[in-house]
């Protein structure tokens, strides 16, 4: 079957690790990469050997190109996503789906309006790690699910980031950054949210860039930067959940666990595809590694976009789909209203989540 041909709007720090697995994609073929500046889409695909650079308008414009992939900044993600579905493209985006609920039910109903499709990173959830989990929760090896924890601990990347400023903005901050993968995998495994109570802070005001021709530039931070809560789930697993840029010396926690009636999981880097997924049965001392489902690298970037397209072809639902990245964004959001309400927030978005990833 013929290649889907597709195009990259966006080629900053992540286009790479697209380009270099996606030009190994039997479902998909990148004909064109785009930029703001345009110099950057010329390197690129000098560098990968892409037929076209384009600015972005003269990539929507091209009649062969069915998908866009959104590799923008977080605040932009919307606005090319609308543009995409508007020129008749599917698009998939970069996470966050965008920067605010409104932003994201308006590509949703755009979407739904001209029956294309929608996905969105993360699809480090379809790698071997948190597959390898799921099967073990759903074999019943830790009995029925029933808590877990969730730790995302860091400086902030204003320390390595040439270009940090949009970490600090509002729309910024680590759960928007880091929490999508966090709470995707959380989904994947434990089915939707039903509801989230939080405290959230920005404990220092500003910033320092520590690399690159910015080093030494204060940035004002607009946005949390340490965000603590309690999930509660709608098939009744509770998860303590911390994502942090205000941790100077360093954390010594778990990324993720699931604790059941029978055990507990213990599970690599949601940020990377792959990794150890640990067990510990109740009554025993010993932690089992379990075999991986299927072998998988750490950075598969890409996984989400090829499951799309092959989806698309099959007439089904792909799996990194608009729905479950609308409810993840919502769950984002829910830490930071729940802070200033003083309140649990209920989420309006799992009745959706049930009848679209089948939970």
């Known amino acids: 079957m013929e290649k889907m041909k597709a195009g990259i709007i966006g080629c900053g720090n992540i286009s790479a690790i697209y380009l270099e697995n996606l030009a190994k994609s039997s479902e998909v073929e990148i004909v064109a990469c785009a930029d703001i500046r345009l110099d950057r889409a010329k ?3 000098a560098e990968f050997g892409i037929a076209s650079a384009y600015t ?23 606005a090319v996503d609308i543009a995409a579905l508007e020129a008749g493209k599917h698009v998939y985006a970069e996470k966050p789906l965008a920067t605010s609920l409104l932003d ?14 929608i996905g969105s990173a993360p699809d480090t959830f379809l790698g071997s790690g948190i597959q390898t989990a799921k099967a073990a929760i759903d074999a019943g090896l830790i009995g029925q699910p029933i808590a877990g924890t969730a730790f995302m601990m860091g400086e902030g990347p204003e320390g390595w980031h040439p270009d940090p400023e949009f970490f600090y ?13 966090y709470l995707t995998a959380l989904v994947e ?5 039903r509801r989230i109570s939080a405290s959230t802070g920005a404990q220092m005001p500003s910033r320092t860039i520590g690399s690159g021709p910015k080093s030494g530039t204060q940035i004002p931070v607009q946005t949390p930067t340490h965000l603590a809560g309690t999930i509660d789930f709608a098939k009744g697993a509770i998860v303590t959940m911390i994502t942090s840029f205000d941790i100077k010396g360093g954390a010594n926690l778990p ?11 213990s ?6 595809f792959n990794g150890d997924v640990q067990l510990r049965r109740s009554g025993s001392e010993q932690w ?4 991986p489902m299927f072998e998988c690298s750490q950075n598969e970037r890409g996984l989400g976009v090829n499951d799309m397209v092959e989806s698309i072809r099959a007439h089904k639902l792909h799996r990194a789909n608009g729905q479950l990245a609308y409810h993840v964004l919502e769950a984002m959001y829910a830490f930071e209203k729940s802070s200033l309400a003083g309140s649990h927030i209920e989420l309006e978005s799992r009745a959706d989540m049930n009848m679209s990833n089948g939970k």
């Open 288 to 291: 089992e590694v379990l075999t």
């Open 43 to 45: 390197e690129r695909a």
């Open 189 to 193: 495994l434990l089915g939707p949210v």
């Open 255 to 265: 990324w993720i666990e699931i604790y059941g009636t029978a055990g507990t999981l």
């Open 56 to 78: 972005p308008e003269q990539l929507l414009a091209d009649e062969q190109i069915e998908l866009v992939i959104n590799l923008t900044v977080p605040s932009s993600h919307a």
């Open 267 to 272: 599970l690599p880097d949601p940020n990377f």
């Open 104 to 117: 994201a039910k308006r590509v949703q109903e755009l979407a739904g309006l001209k029956e294309l499709r």
């Open 169 to 181: 903005t509002p729309g910024g901050g680590p759960m928007l950054d880091m929490g999508p993968y």
